[in-house]
């Protein structure tokens, strides 16, 4: 057993590190009363949705929380006129999305563990009650979307046009990919 540790963070470009190095940095990651392995800490920034790490270089990894991130947002064909993240087609379609991308991410980490390695997800996915899992989080979003378009710090057109890719699988969804 190795006396140290290589923690690899990862997010996309976007992501404010100097954050994460200082709570790595200040974080106490065993009791003092025994000495644990050496730790070092690296990020990457990078989508998961590549390659972050050497071939069979890991050993034990976690995703926690992000799956539900879509690489990108699904092409909708608005010829119609209707528009609405509700639409059947629009929920369709970020289904099949979220399968590749979750196949796609499967198959990156496959390349990057070890034979002997172990993968950790945890995701959010849709309720089994059917209650939505974060609807404070989405509402707060929406609420202070329409403060900057009221304030008019943001045309209402931007605010349209704001997607975050996201879908919301069910345990049938992720069992299928």
Known sequence: I??????????????????????MNNTQWFPT????????????????????VPTRSVYLGFSLA????LERYPTLNMSDGKEGSESNEEQALLKEQADRDLCKFLHLRA??????????LSLVGQSSTGTPNYPGLVKSCREAMVSLVTENRIPPDVAKAFRVPTYDRSLEDVETS
């Not at 992000?66 to 991130?69: A, E, I, P, Q, V």
């Open 111 to 120: 390349e990057e563990f070890r034979s002997d390695g172990t993968l950790v």
């Open 66 to 69: 992000t799956l539900h991130h």
């Open 2 to 23: 190795s006396n140290e540790v290589n923690l690899i963070f990862t997010d996309r470009v976007g992501n404010d590190f100097t954050m994460v190095a200082n709570t």
């Open 33 to 52: 009363t025994r000495p644990g392995p050496k730790i070092f800490t690296s990020m990457v920034a990078q989508s998961f949705y590549k390659r972050v």
